[in-house]
């Protein structure tokens, strides 16, 4: 293939991009030792290479340089002046290199030893919190198992007398051995709580899976809460699809998980509120647990900490919701012990809704 003739234009249009790219190089500093050393000045003026008047004056020279739109280097512009020469400039400009990089390297020794003692101060740390987290399960359960003792025989008693086995009662006293057996109930429910807490922090919480009728299992759940929505005015019902399949799961904690989903719900709803129990298909292989209220709803910022072990949305003396702050952190322990994971959404004023996957068992 032969070439065409270049034509004048062509010729007279490289000519300009070369030397636009000449002008662009010559306008870029010329890289020298001494741009890597600061304060040079001072650097030969304590070497006693120059006088502090010399360095004024190469200063002066690289002033007037910049007037005229020119770079010249401090070292360049003592030389020109010939207060230096070359090879003295050169090895003092060495000189600095070589003391720069010791410190660097003795910052770096320095840094690096830093970085292993607090590594070890953090070891040390998290060990500690280990330890006192250790103690803390072990303090819950043995606390938890002694509770139990005194209170069964409190239930018991009480039991007797509201079955008039120990004698007549009146109808007042009847009345009030039911509110002291509600507590004994309510008391026995964190007991077991505090006592699922502990098993938990050691890891020692086991699953009893099996396929689960999730349907009935959450008409059940919701049957036995019905009284307490009741009480406080609200709704409370069941959403299902049709022809569920079975999962897999531990019914006994799967149900702990709802009934405490469900009473948050019933006790952070106003009257007249609602709340909502659904079981969804979702796939071949899911079928999504979510329990939803209208209650008063929790703060974007505030989402993540409910699922904290004793955490409180209102931690003051005077707050108007009970319990412990354990519920959400055992329903985040077991639904995960579940391989899965739970989600909430909130709309402060307008509610909340927690919802879980579980699988489908396998069909034998």
């Not at 005077?318 to 952190?329: A, D, F, K, M, W």
């Amino acid at each position: 293939m032969i070439l065409p003739p270049s034509s004048a234009a062509d010729n007279k249009r490289r000519g300009r991009r070369l030397k636009h790219k000449n002008r662009i190089m010559t306008d870029q500093p010329r890289l020298t030792p001494e741009m890597l050393v600061p304060r040079m000045g001072e650097y030969l003026i304590q070497k006693g290479v120059i006088t502090a008047d010399d360095l004024q004056n190469a200063l002066n020279l690289q002033q007037e340089e910049m007037a005229k739109g020119s770079h010249i280097m401090l070292g360049d512009a003592l030389i020109r002046l010939n207060l230096i020469e070359r090879t003295a400039l050169d090895q003092a400009v060495t000189e600095q290199i070589i003391q720069l990089r010791s410190a660097l390297q003795a910052a770096n020794r320095t840094l690096e030893r830093r970085v292993e003692e607090r590594t070890a101060e953090l070891q040390k740390a998290l060990e500690r919190v280990s330890e006192l987290s250790q103690l803390k399960a072990n303090f819950i359960s043995n606390i938890s198992h002694e509770l139990r003792t005194p209170l069964t025989h409190v239930k018991g008693y009480l039991e007797l007398l509201i079955t008039e086995s120990l004698g007549k009662i009146a109808a007042e006293q009847r009345h009030a051995l039911q509110v002291a057996q509600q507590s004994t109930n309510n008391l026995e429910g964190l007991i077991e709580d505090l006592i699922m807490v502990s098993l938990s922090s050691r890891g020692e919480m086991s699953l009893k899976q099996e396929a689960v009728d999730i349907r009935r299992l959450a008409t059940l759940v919701v049957k036995s809460a019905l009284g307490k929505a009741e009480q406080r005015g609200v709704t409370l019902h069941t959403l299902t699809d049709e022809d569920l399949p079975r999962v897999q799961a531990d019914s006994q904690k799967v149900a702990w998980v709802l009934n405490h989903l469900i009473e948050n719900g019933i006790k952070f709803t106003p009257s007249g509120g609602r709340v909502v129990v659904n079981l969804k298909r979702e796939g071949e292989n899911l079928v999504v647990v979510s329990v939803t209220d209208t209650g008063i709803g929790i703060p974007p910022e505030r989402q993540k900490d409910i699922f904290e072990s004793f955490h409180q949305l209102d931690g003051s003396s005077t707050r108007r919701y009970g319990g412990t702050g354990l519920g959400l952190s055992l329903v985040r322990e077991i639904v995960e012990a579940h391989g899965s994971m739970i989600e909430v959404q909130s709309l402060e004023g307008r509610g909340s809704s927690f919802k879980f996957p579980l699988l489908v068992a396998e069909v034998k």
